[in-house]
Structure formats: C-alpha cells, structure tokens
C-alpha cells in the first residue's frame, strides 16, 4: 500500500467522505475564540483586581481584542480559498495541523502573556 493509500485512509471519515481541511479550520477558530475569550476575561479580571487604580490592563484588554481579529481572520482565509477538490486533500495534513498548533498557542498563550507584560510594566512604571 503506498504512502498516499495510507494518508488517504487515514483522513477518511467512517462515512466514506474524506476530511474537509475548511471545515476542520473553521472549527477550531471557533472553538479557539471561545477559550480565548474565557482566558482574557479571566486573566484580565485578575489583573485588575490585583492592579490597583492602574490603566494597563484595560490597555492589555484592548490590544488582546486588537490583536486575535485579524489573527483568526488570516487563518480563516488561508483555509477558505481551498477549491473543493484541495479541501479534502490528504497532503494538506501537516500544514493544518501547524495551523491547528499555532491558533491554540495563540489562543492559549497570548492572554497570559500580554497580561504578564503588562503587570510587569505596571510593576516597573509604579
């Protein structure tokens, strides 16, 4: 059996239908931006209960939103310019898996580390 077989199986659904990479993508932005959301409400409200009388958080809150838009946007369009055919090709499997890692690190990652950078400025600058 040859490596395509094999990668064609692997992304097959038990359906028939193989994987549709858009769909998949799409998803996860979704499901990312929800746990995003949860996080940056978290952290920030902890920040601000620890920060005193100080604007950084607000700022950090700001620049989060700012900033994961156009993230998941350049994600959600790299994905949705897939024709039909590309959509279900099993070759694209390691390009979305990076995109998959990348979009939770973001995900996960930037509420804890815009809060912290901002703590700390707030540390120094007080």
Known sequence: MGKTTQHRRMFTHAAG??????????????????????????VTVGALKSGGSSLLPYLALIILVIAIIPACRRFEARWNVLTDEQAHDPELAPRYRHDRFTLWALAIGMPFALTGLFKGLALVLS
């Open 17 to 42: 239908r193989s994987v549709d990479w858009r769909r998949k993508m799409s998803d996860h932005i979704a499901y990312a931006l929800l746990v995003y959301t949860a996080l940056q409400i978290f």
